[in-house]
């Protein structure tokens, strides 16, 4: 008898379960391709980034070191009381503030652009992607250290100033005690002092 045709025959499982693994294969291969070629093309358009990234880190040192020195002659004028020159850099202090919150909210843009946190643990995490050298990175540690150094200078200059207003306030405290007297509601209407002690001229 001859062999039955082999489209004759119901499929087999087995059949079933070998026609889906290559299926599945082919499914995963595409998505890790995908996945490459997205990763590629985050990484050229990183990449392309890193010019205006090592720039922003660049201009963010540069204030910072500005506003470093600016905290340090303010706190020369605040022992010395200069006060209109304390005036003049205050007010260039704000204007160097205002420049270096420019230059944040733009990191923290690209931050939010990578779906990334938009703070420094973000950026690093951005730096990493686009210089895996770490010339970016080591760059940001440098910006990130003259930025302590800020927050330092600027406590500093304020424990001064609160020492030198407690002392104002205490010498304030004793003129005002040693010359305090009683103030009465005089016959015009208005608060005044005694006028014991004094020569008193009266018109008729």
């Known amino acids: 008898m001859p062999a039955a045709s082999s489209r004759g025959r119901p499929p ?9 693994l290559p299926l599945a294969s082919r499914a995963s291969s595409n998505h890790c391709a995908i996945s490459r070629r997205w ?16 720039q922003l880190i660049s201009a963010e040192t540069a204030g910072l070191s500005s506003l470093s020195a600016l ?23 704000k204007r160097c503030i205002g420049h270096i919150h420019t230059l944040g ?4 843009s690209l931050c939010r652009r990578w779906n990334l946190p938009a703070d420094a643990s973000g950026f690093e995490r951005l730096l990493e992607s686009c210089d895996p050298q770490g010339a970016l990175l080591s760059a940001w540690r440098e910006c ?12 500093r200059n304020a424990l001064l100033v609160s020492a030198r ?18 103030v009465v509601y005089g016959r015009a209407g208005g608060y005044t ?3 014991a002690g004094r020569v008193v001229t009266t018109e008729a």
């Open 12 to 20: 087999h499982r087995a059949a079933f379960r070998s026609a889906a």
């Open 39 to 54: 990763t590629r093309r985050a990484w050229r358009s990183c990449s392309a980034r890193s010019p205006r990234v090592e």
């Open 71 to 93: 905290l340090d002659r303010e706190y020369e004028q605040i022992r010395n009381n200069e006060i209109e020159a304390l005036n003049a850099a205050i007010a260039e202090r």
């Open 105 to 108: 909210e733009e990191r923290r």
């Open 144 to 155: 990130a250290a003259v930025a302590g150094r800020c927050r330092a200078l600027n406590d």
């Open 165 to 182: 207003l407690k002392h104002v306030q205490a010498r304030l405290a004793t003129l005002v005690d040693g010359r305090r007297e009683a």
């Open 193 to 195: 002092t005694p006028t």
